[in-house]
């Protein structure tokens, strides 16, 4: 069984950055990033594979980059220009398959979350 422990949620000003990170206590092919509010269903926000392909979702493209080092079994989402939209819970999961995906179906493990508010 994979853990997912997340770390550098906070809350910041509209237009600000932030960086979210995940450490995996193993190997993952693919790892993503969601996001969810109370009331609304997850939504993948980035991913990353080891193969080098990335995946945004249209919202966050230009301002948002996702990276994974493997070395570290590590990934990581530097979050630039930052809205009040993107205010939410953020979840890192991982997959060992080889398929980028950003639906929750397509990732077997999930962290606990950590909150970014932009105000």
């Known amino acids: 069984h994979v853990q997912l422990v997340e770390s550098g949620g906070g809350s910041v000003q509209a237009g600000e950055s932030l960086t979210v990170s995940c450490v995996a206590s193993g190997f993952m092919y693919c790892m993503a990033w969601f996001r969810q509010v109370p009331g609304r269903k997850r939504e993948g926000v980035a991913a990353a594979c080891s193969d080098g392909t990335t995946r945004y979702r249209g919202s966050v493209k230009g301002r948002f980059t996702i990276s994974k080092d493997d070395a570290k079994d590590a990934l990581a989402l530097r979050m630039n220009s930052l809205k009040p939209e993107d205010t939410s819970m953020y979840y890192c999961?991982?997959?060992?398959?080889?398929?980028?995906?950003?639906?929750?179906?397509?990732?077997?493990?999930w962290g606990q979350g950590t909150q970014v508010t932009v105000s």
């Open positions: 999961a991982a997959d060992p398959r080889r398929w980028i995906g950003l639906d929750e179906s397509d990732y077997r493990y």
